[in-house]
């Protein structure tokens, strides 16, 4: 193969009709259903250059010899173009939309960038993987905010979890529209709560959360079901039992007695509505 695209799925791709057609040269869509065939295949450097799609823009980096600034940044390459035995990689996505943004006037700050390459990093980069699945579980707890130089603090007086978590129970609402662009499956959300020992904060965090939800089953999100963390206050990793995150206390200097807080209540009136 000289020119062609990578990627551990092709069926949705128009470049071959693309390139053939503008370019005039022969273009080949070359599937590696699995990463063993994408390493084999940029070992041999059989091509004389090559797009990537998902999910390898991670992995062919170590296979270039340069790697041009932006693309080593962004960490992803999306072409490979290999000069005498020597691969250079390159990421034409940014110089393409960079380019469309300067003809139309819009200006992006590099908080844009960032937060891009962490979504794909968490999420985007499995599609190939999960597009076929009968439901996606989404776990959220709290929001990340992300400026030009990386992840930003806490916003000045934010309420805080005992996680050290901002309190922000809309953030739910905002990954499951998020997940819901490229993912078109049923959406079953698998953990969402909050640890703090003032209950009534609790009761105000399910209660905007789930207010979210019910906007998102009204703008038609495939939302199957909600499951709270956690039902009783558990044995948080690296955190002992000091974070309480549940809708029952647990009384464990008198025989691990359970008692119920109103949280648990408000949230079972959800289900008798």
């Avoid at 390898?56 to 000069?83: F, H, M, Q, S, W």
């Avoid at 939800?213 to 039902?231: M, T």
């Avoid at 995150?245 to 949230?267: C, M």
Wanted: proline share 5%; charged share 20%; glycine share 10%.
């Amino acid at each position: 193969m000289e020119y062609g695209l990578i990627g551990a799925k092709l069926g949705h791709s128009y470049s071959k009709i693309i390139h053939e057609a503008v370019c005039g040269y022969s273009y080949e869509l070359h599937p590696l259903p699995t990463e063993e065939e994408a390493h084999a295949f940029m070992q041999a450097k059989a091509f004389k250059a090559i797009n990537v799609t998902i999910p390898y823009k991670k992995l062919v980096i170590p296979y270039c010899d340069e790697v041009e600034p932006r693309a080593a940044a962004i960490g992803a390459v999306n072409t490979v173009v290999n000069r005498d035995g020597k691969l250079y990689g390159y990421n034409t996505d940014y110089t393409g939309f960079a380019y469309l943004a300067r003809c139309h006037g819009v200006k992006f700050a590099g908080a844009v960038v960032l937060a891009a390459k962490e979504w794909a990093e968490e999420f985007t980069h499995y599609l190939p993987y999960i597009q076929n699945d009968d439901f996606l579980g989404v776990q959220n707890y709290t929001r990340t905010r992300i400026g030009p130089d990386g992840q930003l603090p806490m916003p000045e007086g934010a309420e805080l979890t005992q996680m050290g978590y901002e309190f922000y129970p809309q953030a739910l609402a905002n990954v499951l529209r998020a997940v819901a662009k490229d993912f078109h499956g049923d959406l079953l959300i698998t953990e969402n709560g909050i640890g703090t020992g003032d209950d009534t904060r609790r009761v105000e965090f399910i209660r905007q959360a789930l207010a979210g939800v019910q906007d998102c089953l009204a703008e038609g999100l495939p939302i199957k079901g909600y499951l709270h963390w956690s039902l009783l206050d558990n044995f948080e990793w690296q955190k002992g039992f000091s974070m309480t995150f549940g809708l029952i206390a647990v009384d464990r200097a008198n025989g691990q007695t359970r008692h119920p807080k109103p949280s648990l209540a408000f949230l079972g009136s959800y289900a008798a509505d």
